[in-house]
């Protein structure tokens, strides 16, 4: 048996149609990999909490519930784990994103992120990206 590894991502979207992506930090799993921001939802935690915990953490914004809108998911195996995330999109947020972990951030066209190497559990929420945004 696998184990299953729940995790929440979010594609903020700035007033030009780009997309927020992050750098995984050195040290961290995949480092070096762009990935849409998120994290690991805790138990007892819903995706929406999960999101605005690891906004406000790690990239010193805000998000409220009603701006986040569900997207897709991606639910993909790894060798020692299986995950399952759900791609929110957000348009609106209280802050300037800054990477607090020493993370690069990078706003990008959604027609571009596929020039940036990702984990293979976040390169199929590419295309849905693609279609809302053009």
């Given at each position: 048996m696998t184990d299953m590894l729940l995790v929440a991502a979010c594609a903020l979207i700035d007033p030009d149609?780009?997309?927020?992506?992050?750098?995984?930090?050195?040290?961290?799993?995949?480092?070096?990999?762009?990935?849409?921001?998120?994290?690991?939802?805790?138990?007892?935690?819903?995706?929406?909490?999960?999101?605005?915990?690891?906004?406000?953490?790690?990239?010193?914004?805000?998000?409220?519930?009603?701006?986040?809108?569900?997207?897709?998911?991606?639910?993909?195996?790894?060798?020692?784990?299986?995950?399952?995330?759900?791609?929110?999109?957000?348009?609106?947020w209280w802050g300037t994103a800054r990477g607090v972990e020493g993370q690069a951030l990078k706003w990008v066209r959604a027609n571009r992120l596929r020039t940036y190497e990702m984990p293979a559990a976040d390169a199929p929420l590419i295309s849905h990206l693609v279609d809302l945004l053009g």
């Open positions: 149609n780009r997309v927020l992506i992050a750098q995984r930090p050195e040290g961290k799993a995949m480092a070096g990999l762009w990935e849409f921001p998120g994290g690991k939802i805790e138990p007892g935690e819903t995706p929406e909490d999960c999101l605005i915990r690891e906004f406000r953490e790690e990239l010193e914004i805000e998000l409220k519930k009603p701006c986040l809108a569900p997207l897709t998911f991606a639910s993909h195996g790894y060798d020692d784990f299986h995950i399952l995330m759900p791609l929110y999109v957000c348009r609106r």
